[in-house]
């Protein structure tokens, strides 16, 4: 059994930043990618940035230049700097095992004066 837990969102003002955190547990046989996504109200959920087990990262267009993913061993960050009201949304990381994906319940980034 994988779980996957996230931390680090709240409350924050436009221009600001947040550091996420997930930590991965329990069997995990390989990790092929992990990755961001989120989910704002009333919008499907979107990827946010993506990392491979070679370190290759990718980014979705909104966020480039502004967010940052790291990985350490089975644990994933997403630095997000000059943040926007736009990026208001519940955040996932997602691990792909090349055979299976794992979610973390996900954690609430608010952008907001």
């Known amino acids: 059994q994988v779980q996957l837990v996230e931390s680090g969102g709240g409350l924050v003002q436009p221009g600001g930043s947040l550091r996420l955190s997930c930590a991965a547990s329990?069997?995990?046989?390989?990790?092929?990618?992990m990755a961001w996504f989120r989910q704002a109200p009333g919008k499907e959920r979107e990827l946010v940035a993506t990392i491979s087990n070679a370190g290759t990262t990718n980014y979705a267009g909104s966020v480039l230049g502004r967010f940052s993913i790291s990985r350490d061993s089975a644990k994933v960050y997403l630095q997000m700097n000059s943040l926007k009201p736009d990026d208001t949304a519940v955040y996932y990381c997602?691990?792909?095992?090349?055979?299976?994906?794992?979610w973390g319940q996900g954690t609430q980034v608010t952008v907001s004066s």
């Open positions: 329990g069997t995990i046989q390989r990790i092929n990618v």
């Open positions: 997602k691990l792909d095992t090349g055979t299976r994906d794992y």
